[in-house]
């Protein structure tokens, strides 16, 4: 079975520096598809970057990059230049793709991380 | 814009009162879902639309009920809401096909059941 793991309940940063947000995954699938979404304390999930199994380039998107290690299973959001704005729970979720129900996409979360960023 | 929208943002009910959430999408996405999200945990797949073929989840207790009476809108029917069903209830939708399947989810409904 396929399974999300995050094993930073919480993490701190400085206003203005890096900071990386932990994801490994587990899956025997050869074609999957690795997202991060944030959640502010309103409850809206938004996306920010999508990284698929055949991509050969790490995914970027603005200040959000994905450092991904196939080999290790691994998928993790590196933040650049925190803001304040970024404080919130971060999760990463795995697409499983259903091929026998026209191609949904089941999202598997981790259990988030929750990021705060300092002034 | 094209989004998804969620009514009522807070629901109150009362325990075993039934209650029905709702979900509109402006994307025209064919595949609609409904999670739920308990306080500090991660969202929970209850069941999802592809078109009008409805999905349940194995582990989705009989309580929950859903409905899609057209491609814009989804509900979420809970019968007999028990204490432990208090969450924030999160839809989302996707586009059927491509590589590329983001879910848009909306700003959610936080059920509280008294």
């Known amino acids: 079975a396929q399974k999300i793991t995050q094993t930073q309940p919480g993490m701190f940063v400085q206003e203005k520096e890096a900071v990386t947000l932990d994801c490994t995954y587990d899956t025997s699938d050869q074609s999957y598809g690795l997202f991060w979404y944030k959640q502010p304390s309103s409850g809206e999930m938004i996306f920010l970057i999508y990284q698929g199994s055949y991509d050969e380039q790490n995914a970027t998107e603005g200040r959000y990059s994905l450092n991904f290690q196939k080999a290790r299973k691994s998928a993790n959001l590196v933040i650049s230049a925190s803001q304040l704005g970024d404080s919130a729970m971060y999760f990463c979720?795995?697409?499983?793709?259903?091929?026998?129900?026209?191609?949904?996409?089941?999202?598997?979360f981790g259990a988030g991380t929750r990021l705060a960023v300092h002034p | 814009d094209a989004m998804v929208i969620q009514n009522p943002r807070y629901q109150v009910t009362q325990f075993g009162k039934p209650v029905t959430l709702s979900c509109s999408q402006t994307?025209?996405?064919?595949?609609m879902y409904w999670y739920q999200q308990k306080s500090s945990q991660a969202p929970k797949l209850l069941f999802h639309?592809?078109?009008?073929?409805?999905?349940n989840e194995a582990d989705t207790p009989d309580n929950f009920q859903s409905r899609r009476p057209n491609t814009s809108f989804c509900f979420l029917d809970i019968r007999s809401p028990g204490l432990g069903d208090a969450a924030m209830y999160l839809c989302?939708?996707?586009?059927?096909?491509?590589?590329?399947?983001?879910?848009?989810f909306g700003p959610g409904t936080r059920l509280t059941v008294l």
């Open positions: 639309y592809y078109d009008k073929d409805f999905n």
């Open positions: 989302a939708t996707s586009y059927k096909q491509g590589a590329y399947n983001e879910q848009f």
């Open positions: 994307l025209n996405h064919n595949v």
């Open positions: 979720a795995m697409r499983e793709v259903n091929m026998f129900s026209g191609g949904y996409n089941k999202l598997i």
